[in-house]
Nanobody
């Protein structure tokens, strides 16, 4: 079993920054990819950013240039640095890990961008 623990969400003003963390533990094995998704009320869950074992990254169009994903392989932890936050970024952010055993989702962390 793989467990994911997310942290770093909260309330921030427009234009502000937040850093999300997601630590994986348990029988992880080889990580193929980790990523962040988000779901706003009334909307479908969407990809925010992903990072693959070789270091390649990809981003959703709405966050390119503002968000940065990174991974500490030694700690099995993925980070999402979010800058220039907008009200449209308000959502529950979910961490995801893909290994040869399958995929696992975190419980989600709320990010609210509001003045």
């Amino acid at each position: 079993q793989v467990q994911l623990v997310e942290s770093g969400g909260g309330l921030v003003q427009p234009g502000g920054s937040l850093r999300l963390s997601c630590a994986a533990s348990g029988k992880i094995g080889s990580i193929e990819a980790m990523g962040w998704y988000r779901q706003a009320p009334g909307k479908q869950r969407e990809l925010v950013a992903g990072i693959f074992s070789g270091g390649r990254t990809n981003y959703g169009d709405s966050v390119k240039g503002r968000f940065t994903i990174s991974m500490d392989n030694a700690k099995n932890t993925v980070y999402l640095q979010m800058n220039s936050l907008k009200s449209d970024d308000t959502a529950v952010y979910y961490c995801n890990i893909a290994t040869k055993r399958g995929t696992t989702w975190g419980q989600g962390t709320q990010v609210t961008v509001s003045s």
